[in-house]
C-alpha cells in the first residue's frame, strides 16, 4: 500500500497537490527545488493546515508527530480527520522512539563522540575508503528540512497505532522501516548497497524494533 501511494512526482502525474510545513525557511527550500524539478512551488505553503479550504482524498504527515505534543496531537489528528474525505487515506511516519536512532544519537551528539571522530579525521577516512571500495553515493542532494525543531514525543508501533485508532482512523498497513539508523549506521554502512539492503529487509521483518514506522490508516 505504502509503496504504490507515495510517489515524489506525484504533482507531475495528475494530482492536485498542497504542502504544508510551518517552518518558512524549509517552504522556501522546497519550491527552489520545486523549480528545478519543473513543479509549480506555489504548491507549498507555510499557512496552518487547519486554514486550507481542501478535503483531501489522501493526506501524508511525514516525520511531523514527534515534533508535536500530546495535547497540540489531539487537536491535529481531529483536523486530520476532517480534512479527509469517507474513505480518505492517512499515510503517516514517525520515528521509534526507543529505537536504534536514539542511542546512537546519544552517543554521537551528547557524548560527543562524533565531534572526536571528525576532528581526529576518522569520519572522512571511513567516507573516502567507502568511495573507494564502492564509488559514490547520493543519498539525497538536499535536506529534508532546515528547521531545528526537537522532538517532544516518542513513540512505539503500538502506540502510534493506537492514537490513530482513537482519532477514528483504520489501520490497513503498517510496517517498519531500516533496523539500523543513526549517524554511526551512516558512516559504515550508506551507500554499501547489500548491507542497505539486509537494513531494508531486517526493518520489515522485525517492525516493532525498527528505527521509524510507515503507517497507512483510513477514514471511516
Request: proline share 4%; charged share 20%; with cysteine.
Amino acid at each position: 500500500m505504502w509503496n504504490r501511494l507515495h510517489d515524489k512526482y506525484s504533482a507531475c502525474n495528475g494530482y492536485r497537490v498542497v504542502g504544508v510545513d510551518s517552518d518558512e525557511k524549509s517552504i522556501s527550500l522546497g519550491r527552489d527545488i520545486c523549480r528545478k524539478e519543473g513543479v509549480n512551488p506555489e504548491i507549498l505553503s507555510d499557512d496552518d493546515i487547519t486554514g486550507l479550504d481542501v478535503v483531501a482524498d489522501v493526506i501524508i504527515v511525514s516525520e511531523v508527530f514527534e515534533h508535536i505534543n500530546s495535547k497540540a496531537l489531539d487537536d491535529v489528528l481531529k483536523t486530520l480527520y476532517f480534512k479527509l474525505k469517507p474513505g480518505g487515506l492517512l499515510l503517516v511516519t514517525v520515528p521509534n522512539g526507543f529505537g536504534w536512532f536514539e542511542l546512537e544519537s546519544f552517543l554521537w551528539h551528547k557524548l560527543l563522540i562524533g565531534r572526536l571522530l571528525e576532528v581526529l579525521r576518522i569520519t572522512f577516512l571511513a567516507e573516502r575508503i567507502k568511495q573507494l571500495l564502492f564509488g559514490r553515493y547520493v543519498d539525497s542532494p538536499y535536506p529534508s528540512t532546515l528547521s531545528s525543531s526537537p522532538h517532544v514525543q516518542r513513540f512505539t508501533l503500538n502506540s502510534i497505532r493506537t492514537q490513530l485508532q482513537k482519532h477514528g482512523f483504520q489501520i490497513i498497513e503498517s510496517q517498519g522501516s531500516v533496523l539500523f539508523c543513526g549517524p554511526f549506521s551512516n558512516l559504515l554502512f550508506t551507500g554499501i548497497d547489500p548491507v542497505m539492503r539486509l537494513n531494508i529487509w531486517l526493518g520489515s521483518k522485525l517492525p516493532k524494533i525498527a528505527a521509524a514506522f510507515y503507517i497507512a490508516a483510513r477514514k471511516i
